[in-house]
């Protein structure tokens, strides 16, 4: 029982690339989220999704696309790779109804050169 | 606009001794305030919660105080431990929006032995 496994958990891209991040569940929750982690920012949502086939966009969601084909997979698209997108990326999800408690997978570590 | 703020940056205490970090927020529609404790290449994990109809929540060495008046909330780790040396953040949800979490800016905490 993984939980939330996110993959790559590491990548390096040059400017103007592509990629797709992909966060899978095995707990059958309802919501999941994308989050990015910079130094003395916190957490900052990136886009989101209340379930499957539905996504939103959350505090900073230029730059990035989301996918939720399926309940279990949630995607994080880059599709010109920029700087600004270096970070550490989260995924989260949570049981509908079940406020504030969030399951993190490990991370993503993204550098773009 | 950083929705919730906390404070400080990072927090050196000697073993044995209270920790303390502090959040303020903004929006008085948040109804959930929990705290996250992360360690290096982990990611976040919830630690303990507290809504604001109590001023109070005690789980074990970790207490969370909250002043709705004052539109703010703590986190004190009691008997410090070099163990609880990591990264926490608070955040805080409202009933409309899906859950979503809006965190702090973390705070890292280095208990010294």
């Known amino acids: 029982n993984a939980g939330v496994t996110q993959t790559p958990k590491f990548r390096v891209l040059k400017t103007g690339q592509s990629m797709t991040l992909l966060c899978a569940q095995d707990?059958?929750?309802?919501?999941m989220y994308w989050y990015r982690q910079d130094p003395g920012m916190g957490l900052r949502l990136i886009h989101y999704s209340v379930g499957e086939g539905t996504t939103a966009k959350g505090e900073v969601p230029d730059g990035y696309n989301v996918s939720r084909l399926k309940k279990q997979n949630f995607l994080l698209g880059l599709e010109s790779a920029a700087p600004s997108q270096t970070s550490v990326y989260f995924c989260a999800i949570t049981r509908q109804g079940v406020a504030g408690e969030l399951f993190f997978g490990e991370g993503s570590r993204l550098t773009v050169l | 606009q950083q929705q919730v703020k906390q404070s400080p940056q990072s927090l050196i205490v000697q073993k044995g001794g209270i920790s303390i970090i502090n959040c303020a927020y903004e929006?008085?529609?948040?109804?959930?305030f929990p705290w996250y404790q992360q360690f290096p290449g982990k990611g976040p994990a919830l630690l303990i919660a507290i809504r604001p109809d109590v001023s109070e929540k005690k789980e074990g060495r970790f207490t969370i105080s909250f002043n709705k008046s004052a539109k703010q909330f703590s986190l004190h780790i009691m008997d410090s431990q070099p163990g609880d040396s990591a990264t926490y953040f608070c955040a805080a949800s409202s009933p409309q929006g899906a859950q979503k979490l809006v965190f702090g800016q973390g705070t890292r905490l280095t208990i010294n032995p």
């Open positions: 929006n008085t529609a948040f109804d959930y």
């Open positions: 707990m059958n929750h309802e919501y």
